[in-house]
């Protein structure tokens, strides 16, 4: 109870005095509240971006190993010739189905080749941007593939090379209209296409399966895919997909077979340099992490020196504070209050000018997201000058932030460094006040 009582005591002291001074709080809060802005409306954006960029990589599926030409990460062998990676074979449906027959390490291998810039058209309708993918069996158990309406290819259609196609979720949209697409047909180079299934939304993408956003892209079998495109060097270039088990984590039993199998089957010699890469999706999120961990520190560092002004600005009215306050502090300790006491006042009303800074700051970023609900939160602020009660209000408010756009973690971010920043500034006036002598103190005035 005592210490609910100090700390209830503190508040008032640190509102009071606030209240008395509210252009000089208002300054002194600028300074915290613009290198919060800075530093969570970077962790934020960070945040944000980096979540997008992961989702638009679930089309590449989890678990999985692909085999391809080109390496995904160039900086592992800065040194190897680019020109050997433009001479190394592709992959082709034969290596394809020697790795289905002979992978241990996997339940699941696909192969798929994409084209974008694809016309499609259907009575009158027309669209010239689509993308097309062959794709063989599995790939729809490899990739985050959602179907909306219809179904995925089946067995006979997949070894027969039938005309068959799943259209992505806008095709489907501009050919057909309020029409449903479910058993018509579709043309591409006068060859019709019987739609057996439409995909779901997934919107927006920063990534492109063969120069089309999953919208926009469309799958038939993989042998229906070959009798548009040339399998030679100017054709699209096949994907073998390789998807691991849950028994082997980190995929390196299933990597090492792959690498040994690729060998086998292109008659390498134990001397002679892989002519194949093994990619995985984590390659790309392995690099996206150290892009945003350097974004993230960047913009950490700016908000920090915005806020290391806001520190100073917090300690210069601190110390004129104490001044001010000088034989009021005289009188509390003739009256008993112990040095603790003053130290804590002093501290709590450091601290809590720098936090209302933070939630200033917290609530502009809000503000842009959810100018309704900002309303509320700034009367809560506005209100806590007027009356202590208002301070309830104003956590209330502020927990109703997590709901929307700013995640915990960068809330409790703003207000942890907050929080210390004022504890920093006002220690050395605080400590100060509590060394004081009463009656020097008293005599002050």
């Known amino acids: 109870m005592a210490v609910l009582y100090q700390i209830l005591e503190s508040l008032k002291f640190a509102l009071g005095a606030l209240r008395e001074n ?10 915290v509240t613009v290198g919060i802005v800075t530093i969570v409306s970077v962790l934020s954006a960070v945040d944000y971006i980096e979540k997008g960029v992961k989702e638009n990589l679930n089309f590449l599926g989890s678990n999985v190993i692909y085999v391809e030409t080109w390496p995904w990460d160039f900086v592992q062998n800065p040194d190897y010739p680019w020109w050997k990676y433009w001479q190394r074979p592709r992959a082709n449906y034969q290596e394809y189905m020697f790795l289905k027959k002979n992978v241990k390490n996997s339940d699941v291998v696909a192969i798929s080749r994409a084209k974008g810039g694809v016309t499609l058209t259907h009575d009158g309708s027309s669209m010239g941007n689509a993308g097309i993918q062959g794709v063989s069996e599995g790939f729809n158990m490899i990739s985050d593939l959602q179907i909306e309406k219809g179904r995925y290819f089946t067995r006979m259609e997949l070894e ?7 259209l992505g979720h806008e095709v489907a949209q501009t050919l057909f209209f309020n029409e449903e697409p479910i058993g018509k047909t579709v043309k591409r180079k006068g060859l019709k296409f019987v739609v057996v ?8 993408s920063s990534f492109q399966m063969g120069g089309a956003t999953p919208d926009l892209n469309c799958l038939i079998p993989y042998k229906s895919f070959n009798k548009f495109y040339t399998k030679s060097r100017r054709g699209p270039e096949p994907r073998i997909a390789i998807k691991g088990m849950e028994s082997d984590p980190g995929l390196l039993e299933l990597e090492a077979e792959l690498s040994g199998l690729m060998r086998q089957v292109r008659g390498l010699k134990p001397k002679e340099d892989n002519n194949f890469a093994l990619n995985r999706p984590e390659m790309f999120t392995t690099a996206l992490d150290s892009i945003f961990a350097i974004l993230s520190s960047s913009g950490f560092f700016i908000g920090l020196g915005a806020m290391l002004v806001g520190g100073f ?14 034989n009021l502090i005289g009188i509390q300790k003739s009256l008993g209050a112990q040095n603790y006491f003053i130290l804590t ?15 200033v700051g917290l609530a502009f ?3 842009m997201l959810s100018p309704e609900l900002m309303k509320m939160v700034f009367s809560a602020l506005l209100g806590s000058f007027l009356h202590p009660d208002y301070i309830m209000v104003m956590v209330e408010k502020i927990q109703i932030l997590e709901v929307l756009r700013l995640s915990f973690s960068n809330i409790a971010t703003g207000i942890s460094i907050s929080a210390g920043l004022g504890l920093l500034a006002g220690f050395i006036p605080a400590f100060i006040a509590s060394r004081l002598d009463p009656v020097i103190a008293i005599r002050s005035k």
């Open 197 to 204: 299934g439409i995909m779901e939304q997934q919107g927006n």
């Open 313 to 326: 600005g917090i300690a210069n009215i601190m110390f004129v504070s104490v001044k001010e306050r000088t």
């Open 160 to 166: 027969q090379g039938r005309n068959a196609i799943i």
């Open 345 to 359: 006042q002093f501290l709590f009303e450091a601290t809590f000018l720098s936090v209302l800074g933070g939630v």
């Open 365 to 367: 970023i809000q503000m």
């Open 22 to 31: 509210l252009l000089r709080t208002t300054l002194s809060l600028l300074g």
